[in-house]
């Protein structure tokens, strides 16, 4: 079993192209299986069915696992079974009909307008440092960038003259994104530092010895500036939440939003219409005739 798994992870690698965190994500679900067919006694992936797949389910839900985390295990099963069945090693999938229990969907954590522009609109220090990480929060905020996008991000995916960025999502797939003028301004002062870095390579952001930033560099700078500036956590995909809800807002065009995030299903996109439910309904107690009532209305 874990020849085949290593194959698969190998094709996930090479011609799925998917990021190191969603690689080590699938392998550690996948791991849990191979787990659980050995003690089970399985000889191999040929032998695990729907019933036995449903047992390591509830077991991992009874141990506390989230239903997200449970729907990650069989999303990973599932690209596994396809793998395996193109390649004659088995013809079934013993994820086929199986849904995780259904638990709370939790509404991702945003900053709310005057926090976003406290974090983002206080003094600049004329240093390497501060000027880049002040270009990496814009361009999460302006552009709504997952981590790896940014992480990823290269010279020649930049067009500041017209205000566009092009990033490599998930799956591979290419989308254009605007880029605010706040960004553009940051991005135009930070490039010059960055060239003084003697960069190894295209990316755009960089250490101070040229090296392209990795994704635990990036969550720590921005971590630092939420605790300098907020005092409080903070984290990339917060920002990527935030640009999502403050657009919404302001827009109510979900398909516009979906499209700028990069989501494959608007029904993941449809979770940012709740965190601003109290405004909504503000509104309309003000805006909507039957919805106005005198004060004295009651008696």
Request: aromatic share 6%; net charge positive.
């Amino acid at each position: 079993m874990q020849t085949h798994l290593d194959a698969y992870c190998a094709h996930l690698r090479s011609e799925r192209q998917v990021s190191d965190h969603t690689l080590l994500a699938y392998r550690r679900d996948l791991d849990k299986v191979v787990a659980f067919c050995e003690k089970e006694r399985l000889a191999g992936w040929a032998a695990l069915d729907i019933q036995q797949l449903r047992r390591l389910v509830a077991r991992q839900h009874q141990q506390g696992q989230s239903s997200r985390s449970l729907a990650r295990l069989l999303s990973a099963v599932r690209g596994l079974y396809r793998y395996l069945n193109r390649e004659g090693i088995c013809n079934h999938d013993p994820a086929n009909g199986l849904s995780p229990p259904k638990g709370e969907r939790r509404l991702p954590r945003t900053l709310d307008t005057d926090r976003t522009l406290q974090l983002l609109e206080g003094a600049v220090e004329d240093d390497f440092l501060a000027h880049r990480d002040q270009a990496m929060l814009e361009l999460f905020y302006s552009s709504g960038l997952r981590l790896s996008e940014l992480t990823s991000l290269n010279l020649e995916q930049l067009d500041l003259a017209d205000g566009l960025v092009q990033v490599h999502g998930k799956g591979s797939k290419t989308r254009v994104l605007p880029v605010g003028r706040k960004a553009r301004e940051a991005l135009q002062q930070w490039l010059p530092l960055r060239a003084l870095s003697n960069p190894a390579d295209d990316a755009v952001f960089v250490s101070q010895q040229g090296r392209r930033l990795g994704p635990r560099a990036i969550q720590l700078r921005v971590k630092a500036a939420g605790e300098r500036e907020l005092g409080q956590n903070l984290h990339p995909h917060m920002l990527r939440h935030s640009f999502a809800s403050h657009l919404l807002e302001s827009s109510q065009d979900l398909r516009a939003v979906q499209e700028m995030l990069g989501h494959a299903d608007i029904a993941t996109t449809q979770i940012y219409t709740h965190l601003d439910f109290q405004h909504l309904a503000t509104v309309y107690d003000s805006a909507h005739p039957r919805a106005k009532r005198s004060k004295d209305s009651d008696t």
